[in-house]
C-alpha cells in the first residue's frame, strides 16, 4: 500500500516540474521573437521599405542577432565585447568569429543603393559600364546578394560602393520609381484594422 500511495505524489511532482520548465521555456521564446520583431522594424523604417519589401527586412534581423553577441553576455565575457557570438555557440566553432565579424563588417541593409564593380566589364565606355547600379537584398556570408532595378536579375559580390542619402529614404526615390509609401501602407493597415473592429462591435 505504501508503494502504491507514493507513486501519484510522484507523478504530481514530475507534472509540476514540466509545467514550470514549459513557463519558463515560453517567456524566453517570446522574448526572442520580441527582439526579432524589433529588429526587423528597425531595418524597415532605416530604409522606408513597402510592404513587399518585410521578407528581406526581417531576414536581415535573422541574420544579424545570430551573429551579434546578447548584451546580457557583455556583463559576463570581457570587457572589450570579445563575447562568443551565437552562430559560433551554435555551430561549435565551426563558423569562427573572425569569419562572423568580417561578415558583420560587410552587412548592408536591404533596400539600400550600391554601385557594383562589373567584373565583366574591360575597360570603360559610354556602352559598356565599368559599375552599375544594383539593390541589396540579403547577405551571404560576407558576400551581398543584389539585384537589378529594372530586370531584378541577382547577382553576388564582394566589390561595391554604398549610396547612403540618409535614414527613410528608399532606393526608388533615388531612381524616380512610383511605389507605395511605407506611410500609406500603414494608414491603410490601421483603416482596416478600425473598420474591422467596428464590425465586431456590431
Known sequence: MADTAEKPRKKLKVKAENEEIFYLGDSHAERTIG???TTGKACL??????????????HAAEFLLNRIPPSAALARDSPDGDAMRPLEMLT???????????????F???GTLVWVHDAKAKGSSLTDYKAV???AKE???????CFSPVTR?????????LVNPGSQVNWRDQLGIAY?????????????????????NE
Open 108 to 110: 548592408v541593409l536591404p
Open 139 to 145: 547577405m551571404e556570408g560576407h558576400q551581398l546578394v
Open 35 to 37: 527582439l526579432f520583431e
Open 180 to 200: 507605395t509609401k511605407p506611410q500609406s501602407s500603414l494608414s491603410y493597415l490601421r483603416r482596416c484594422t478600425g473598420e474591422l473592429r467596428g464590425s465586431e
Open 92 to 106: 561549435m566553432g565551426q563558423v569562427s568569429r573572425s569569419a562572423i565579424n568580417r561578415q558583420l563588417a560587410s
Open 45 to 58: 523604417m532605416e530604409k522606408g521599405l513597402p510592404p513587399e519589401d518585410h521578407p528581406a527586412s526581417f
Open 153 to 161: 536579375q541577382e547577382m553576388k559580390t564582394d566589390s561595391y560602393i
Open 133 to 135: 547600379p544594383r539593390v
